[in-house]
């Protein structure tokens, strides 16, 4: 696929996700974001699908905690796998992933079972490492800004602390060029980083220390202040 047609994808998708998420009657959590789960159309118009893991997420409920694993392996995220936690937050992070695979092209598990995610983390920090990671089959052929935008939106989206990761419309925002802020979240977001030690759960029902959940709150206030 050219960079337009990734690009397009990438927007339309998200555009749908927040749909679900903040558009709908009743929140939608899809809960299985991945490309088979993602048709395009003859112009490249994407199209989410597969609904069988979808939840509704009623207004006052924060997560769900379930005991069996449903998903695939490669797009969940730590507080999914650790503590069976899942709300909006999960598919931000499969969504994160999905810009991933559009970026590289690979894929989100290779056939050494090596993470996408992983291999990227090594790249994310600077400009000149970011390039390292685009799809070589582009050939160097895309929007310099659009695929800052992208690579930017994939590294909000797959942050290890659920609360820290964006919602879908500043997701949108971001990849449509609107968002100014976001680069005033990434430095709040590296500051977050030097936290003691993470805790997959975030700010949900499983103890965490005190000092922790002052510190993490007061990074959450800052990094969402727009």
Known sequence: ???????????GAACGL????????????????????????????????DFGLAKWLPGKMTHYQVTTFEGTFGYVPPEYTTHGIFNEKTDVFAFGVVLLELLTGRRAIDGRNLSLVTWVRQFLGSKDENLKMVDPALGGRYDVEQLGRVIHAAQLCIHNYPTLRPKMSQVVRILRGEEETHRRLLGHLKASDQIAEAHE???????????????????KALAFDF
Do not use: F, G
């Open 201 to 219: 759960t975030d700010c949900y029902d499983v103890p965490t220390p005190r000092k922790y959940q002052d510190d993490l709150s007061r990074h």
């Open 1 to 11: 696929m050219p960079w337009e047609a990734r690009y397009k994808v990438a927007l």
């Open 18 to 49: 927040e749909y679900l998420h903040e558009r709908c009657a009743r929140r939608i959590v899809h809960r299985d974001v991945k490309p088979d789960n993602i048709l395009l159309q003859d112009d490249y118009q994407p199209m989410i699908c």
